[in-house]
T-cell receptor, first 115, second 113 residues
């Protein structure tokens, strides 16, 4: 079974600063995908960034980037130039490439961006 | 572009009453469709998924059922709601071959009293 662990229940950052959210996972699979989703107060789950495990290059999407360390099974999200609209729950998720349809989610990190 | 709709947005139902939640996707064909539930303060748990019309797979034994009467329509149902069915229900879609990348709808808040 795959597990996803987010060890930071809550974090806070000031506007325009940089923050890093941590995620570790456990799997015996060699090929898989990792995601970060954002859930603002509206509760809609929004895809932030996607990483394919067989790609060594870290994914980036504008102010969002990841640090993917496959050997360490670590997948952290860095948010640069934080904005008030980044305030949300952030969920790390995992899915194997060749089996199953379920995204396995961590329990989330609540991020508060302050002025 | 693709959009996904869910309704109702909020629902308050008495225990023992039936349930029907609807999800529709626009702008794509032959999507995989998913129903997830999020309990308070937790991540999402997959309940059902469908790879085609009439094809439903259940991930977790539930008081719930799902149906896919049309290509882009996915329905979550119950004959008799339990208190434990309360939660936030999210529908999602993905398109093969990138089935792993799932996009979520706005969700339905269900409160069973």
């Amino acid at each position: 079974a795959q597990t996803v662990t987010q060890s930071q229940p809550e974090m806070s950052v000031q506007e325009a600063e940089t923050v890093t959210l941590s995620c570790t996972y456990d799997t015996s699979e060699n090929n898989y995908y990792l995601f970060w989703y954002k859930q603002p107060p509206s509760r809609q789950m929004i895809l932030v960034i996607r990483q394919e495990a067989y790609k060594q290059q870290n994914a980036t999407e504008n102010r969002f980037s990841v640090n993917f360390q496959k050997a360490a099974k670590s997948f952290s999200l860095k948010i640069s130039d934080s904005q008030l609209g980044d305030t949300a729950m952030y969920f790390c998720a995992f899915i194997p490439s060749n089996s199953g349809y379920a995204l396995n989610f961590g329990k989330g990190t609540s991020l508060l961006v302050t002025p | 572009s693709q959009t996904i709709h869910q309704w109702p947005a909020t629902l308050v139902q008495p225990v023992g009453s039936p349930l029907s939640l609807e999800c529709t996707v626009e702008g794509t064909s032959n999507p995989n469709l998913y129903w997830y539930r999020q309990a308070a303060g937790r991540g999402l748990q997959l309940l059902f998924y469908s790879v085609g019309i009439g094809q439903i797979s259940s991930e977790v034994p539930q008081n719930l059922s799902a149906s896919r009467p049309q290509d882009r329509q996915f329905i979550l149902s119950s004959k008799k709601l339990l208190l434990s069915d309360s939660g936030f229900y999210l529908c999602a879609w993905s398109v093969p071959p990138r089935r792993e990348t799932q996009y979520f709808g706005p969700g339905t808040r269900l409160l069973v009293l």
